[in-house]
């Protein structure tokens, strides 16, 4: 037997966290890392926050599961307050990302069944997007390093350029029910679509009747210094898949919609087992407690802009390695040059600086700290960004 018992899809690196502390990070072998990864987002309130430990320890003893066969004040409640900072009027609770965007899709697919178009049921995605590992999310993704040997896929996707408006105008036709979009590209790049490209979306849907899908399961809950993205874009979707920072570490999605792109979901057509469940309420209650609310957004925003004017002025120093900083907030990508592979400079990073960071597409690397760095972890980490820079050569 050479197949591990932990199913090899996944190339692990060689850190091995046991503990966490704040916005760091220990391995088993007792080695500490600075911690701008935050597991892809999620850790939001970064490792063993008060607020958030407490919620769950008291949930945990009070009632943890029952099922969606019965009433649910906890994700009444929690519902209710996503509607009220929201465009939203209604929210089904998931436990993953991908699981959101299927639901999006589900809602998007009936609310034109509900209407007695079930011949548009096509929903146009964009080059580069990444969307979950589901079979329903893995067909709305060009990528074939995830479609791959998996086929046949969902129909009902066509793929066109992001941040072109003029290909997505013309990939509509009588099937359309919408476009699904992430405001800002995390796992393709980092790329923020551009106010013309997502305006223009909203438009066109108005236009055509058809729904905006927005997926902010990486950049929305509180990542770029508003509660979600789209609202630095001024526009608002008809239906959007939820998930990351919204457990702060507890396994845990939701698809937002107004109550017209939900007129199809009535009883009986959606579900899931443990979505919801009292304890995932818990946990996102305190994470709401503690981001939803303009001294928090705003201190994202301030922090994000100081680390990336810090980022900015490594790259004249640094010129043979760094191209260029892109994202909003908290969600920064450091663009490499062609003279170096971000997948490398990620491992240097981590295993010769004790920095934890994302490898994204583009040869971008991500940058993803806890929402509650504090100046003290911005110098830290601009410090051994630049001393890995100098060296990367070297240990190369
Ligand atoms: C991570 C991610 C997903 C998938 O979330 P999972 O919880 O891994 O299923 C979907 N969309 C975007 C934009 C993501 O970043």
Known sequence: MTITPLMPVYPRCGVRPVRGEGCHLVSEDGRRFLDFASGIAVNILGHGHPVLTKAIQDQAATLVHVSNLYGSPQGEALAQRLVDATFADTVFFTNSGAEAVECAIKTARRYHFANGQPQRHKLISFNNAFHGRTLGTI???NQPKMRDGFEPLLPGFEVVPFNELAAAEAA???????????PIQGEGGVTPATTEFLTGLRRLADEHGLLLILDEVQCGYARTGTFFAHEQYGIVPDIMAVAKGIGGGFPLGACLATEEAAKG???GTHGSTYGGNPLAMAAASAIMDVVVNDAFLDGVKAKGTRLRQALEQLIPNHDGLFHSVRGMGLMLGLKLTDKVEARDFVAHLRDNHGLLTVGAGENVVRILPP??????????FVEKLSAAARDYGAAA
């Open 265 to 267: 979901m009535v009883p």
């Open 371 to 380: 929402l509650v760095i504090e100046d003290a972890h911005i110098a830290e």
């Open 172 to 182: 509509i036709d009588d099937s359309t029910a919408g476009f699904l979009v992430e």
């Open 139 to 141: 067909s709305a993704t």
